[in-house]
């Protein structure tokens, strides 16, 4: 009778000397086969587990500790006023393809920022804060114009620079266009890349 696998390599665990032929009956064993004796580590001194090439045995890393440091949050944050983040606003950094560019704004998230980028009507490309500086309204939602950008709740029109070119509802002599200015980046564009 067939012996299933697990059955017959049981059967040769517990009792050595046992084998079993390919159908499963057993047969005589040759030669008593020795245990290979298991590799342990020395966790009292892990400098034992160096060999004498300086190579780690193999297995050693599973009694290392996998506590995972503290985070510096000097080097590993970069959203805007963070030391890592003024660092590297300081380069060109790629944060969109021209050909994502249509004839709506597209939202952007980049380095922590929420920001919105466009081409407007003149051909200039925009990247701006994403919240209007007037009440917050996402500028992703705005309307295109010939010269920069149009916020849709209550009409402000920003350059791409972020100059603030009109506000309707504003009393004539309204300091507002003077003192107010939109957060924008400088965008070049190169070989289909838009750097900012
Ligand atoms: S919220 Fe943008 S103009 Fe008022």
Redesign the pocket.
């Known amino acids: 009778m067939r012996t299933c696998k697990i059955r017959t390599t049981l059967d040769e665990c517990l009792n050595p000397g046992v084998r079993h032929n390919f159908h499963g009956e057993q047969v005589k064993a040759s030669s008593t086969r020795t245990p290979q004796k298991k590799t342990l580590l020395n966790t009292k001194n892990p400098a034992k587990n160096i060999t004498s090439a300086g190579r780690t045995n193999s297995y050693s890393g599973c009694h290392r500790s996998t506590e995972v440091a503290t985070e510096d949050k000097e080097l590993t944050h970069v959203g805007a006023g963070t030391p890592c983040g003024e660092y590297l606003r300081r380069f060109w950094l790629p944060v969109a393809l021209t050909s994502q560019l249509t004839d709506l704004p597209l939202a952007l998230r980049v380095m922590g920022e929420d920001l919105v980028m466009f081409h407007d009507l003149s051909g200039r490309i925009g990247l701006l804060h994403k919240a ?6 996402s ?1 992703e939602y705005d309307v295109i114009s010939e010269r920069g950008i149009r ?6 029109l920003f350059d791409v620079d972020g100059k603030i070119l009109e ?1 309707p509802g504003e009393p004539e002599n309204s300091p507002i266009k003077g003192n107010l200015c939109q957060g924008a980046y400088p965008v070049r564009e190169y070989k289909g890349l838009d750097f900012a």
């Open positions: 209007c500086s007037h009440r917050r309204t500028l916020c849709c709740y209550h009409g402000w506000t």
